[in-house]
């Protein structure tokens, strides 16, 4: 396994595979893993000869007063984690690799429209706009044929899908399941913030959407009789603050007027001090 520090080292690796004609499966991720990096790793070296995870956490898409500074990061855990799994390159870049310009002056990729104006985007302003514009700088750097991400950001999935096309960038994107613990909360780095009382409330989260998926399957198909129930049952957890709950197209992640099709259930929280996001998506 190979650890790159550079740009100019990434793309000189990545190249030299892609002119054999090996095929690169990549997965981008801010580190500090848990199961559900690893099996999107795992599912990388099922379909790809090369596997290159990157390790960053990007400054651009947290806000002003979001855990930049405390994100969780240890680089030779993570390193000792994956030793065992064939990954083939980590790129570490620092910050100043990845946004050298000491005035912060640089390039943006924007998405505009509900699809980073709702859920996420609408609680965190600018967030989307970050994670367009590092991912796209990543692949450009990385230059995969495959790219894998987690259900359990969904949003950013259809944002991302949305670039590829609308950029016509090569590379087909990948959605994987998301991976629970036992109890059924949705595995996170920011997991490790919540005290032992949080932790113990947390999977009420699952255990709502687990519960409105319940009613679907009865055949309630009004999203406002769903969200009522979703809302007194999370209430009722004084810990508890609702950022949203809502029941949106998967696609565009713009609310549905009635339950019909495919649809996306995805709600954040703060927990304590921590901010949660889960979702599932019903058919």
């Not at 740009?7 to 580190?31: A, C, L, Q, W």
């Not at 946004?99 to 640089?106: A, I, M, N, R």
């Not at 613990?181 to 490790?192: C, I, V, W």
Request: one cysteine or more.
């Amino acid at each position: 396994m190979k650890i790159i520090h550079k740009i100019k080292d990434m793309v000189e690796f990545s190249e030299n595979f892609r002119k054999d004609g090996k095929i690169i499966g990549f997965v981008p991720t801010m580190g500090y893993f848990h199961e559900g990096h690893i099996s999107l790793m795992r599912e990388a070296k099922k379909t790809c000869d090369i596997v290159i995870v990157s390790i960053f956490v990007n400054p651009i898409h947290f806000g002003k007063n979001e855990d930049f500074n405390t994100y969780p990061r240890d680089l030779s855990r993570d390193l000792k984690m994956i030793e065992n799994l064939s990954v083939d390159a980590v790129f570490n870049p620092e910050v100043k690799e990845m946004y050298p310009d000491p005035e912060g002056l640089f390039t943006f990729v924007d998405i505009e429209g509900s699809l980073t104006k709702t859920l996420e985007g609408k609680s965190r302003t600018g967030h989307f706009k970050g994670v367009t514009t590092v991912v796209a700088k990543l692949f450009n750097i990385v230059v995969p044929h495959k790219a894998y991400f987690g259900q359990k950001d969904a949003q950013q999935c259809a944002v991302i899908k949305k670039m590829v096309k609308d950029l016509n960038i090569n590379i087909e994107i990948i959605i994987c399941p998301t991976i629970r613990e036992s109890d059924g909360l949705a595995m996170s780095s920011r997991n490790t913030y919540l005290s032992a009382k949080e932790r113990k409330t947390a999977p009420v989260l699952f255990k709502t959407l687990q519960m409105a998926h319940h009613m679907i399957e009865l055949g309630e198909k009004d999203p406002k009789v769903i969200l009522n129930e979703m809302k007194k049952r999370i209430s009722k957890h004084h810990l508890i603050s609702i950022d949203y709950i809502s029941i949106v197209n998967p696609e565009t992640i713009e609310p549905v007027n009635e339950i019909s099709g495919k649809v996306l259930i995805a709600l954040a929280i703060k927990l304590g001090k921590t901010r949660l996001i889960d979702n599932i998506a019903i058919q």
